[in-house]
């Protein structure tokens, strides 16, 4: 079942980019079970630390960062591209849409961050991440076995 580094490899790189680690798992695994095993646990591990690392860049930012930036900018909110992305984003689509695009268009350090600055670290915001992770990972997985046994059929 567990061999080492592929597994640790595909873990690794769930925690990153989930949706493009299917391929590799696929290929590596052909196994759907150790492939929802190990994607999903890279997940989970992604989405916990990237709500702690958030969580506190945030309050480092409020703390340290912003007080400088207070002294010398007169209080006027900059909005740059990215900034108003993530308000887009956030005020389009909300949570749910955030839980959906997750694994897809989103990666996961992304899709956390949003969540801790917007709605906060609670636990059910968390599960539902993993949850939507969790859901798009089973769709990953059939689609790309589904393409994988097509091939070697032909």
Do not use: C
Request: hydrophobic share 50%; no cysteine; glycine share 6%.
């Amino acid at each position: 079942m567990f061999d080492g580094m592929r597994e640790l490899t595909i873990i690794f790189m769930s925690t990153w980019k989930f949706a493009l680690t299917f391929p590799i798992a696929v290929y590596s695994l052909n196994n759907l079970r150790d492939i929802l095993i190990y994607t999903n646990l890279g997940g989970l591990l992604g989405v916990l630390f990237f709500a702690l690392l958030s969580q506190q860049l945030i309050r480092f930012w409020d703390l340290r960062i912003r007080p400088r930036l207070v002294k010398r900018v007169p209080s006027r909110t900059v909005f740059n591209r990215k900034n108003r992305r993530f308000i887009k984003i956030k005020n389009r689509y909300g949570f749910p849409g955030i839980v959906i695009l997750n694994p897809v268009l989103l990666s996961i350090p992304i899709s956390t961050f949003l969540v801790i600055k917007f709605f906060g670290r609670k636990k059910r915001y968390l599960a539902w991440l993993i949850l939507g992770q969790f859901a798009w990972s089973v769709i990953y997985a059939v689609f790309y076995l589904y393409i994988k046994n097509d091939l070697l059929q032909q």
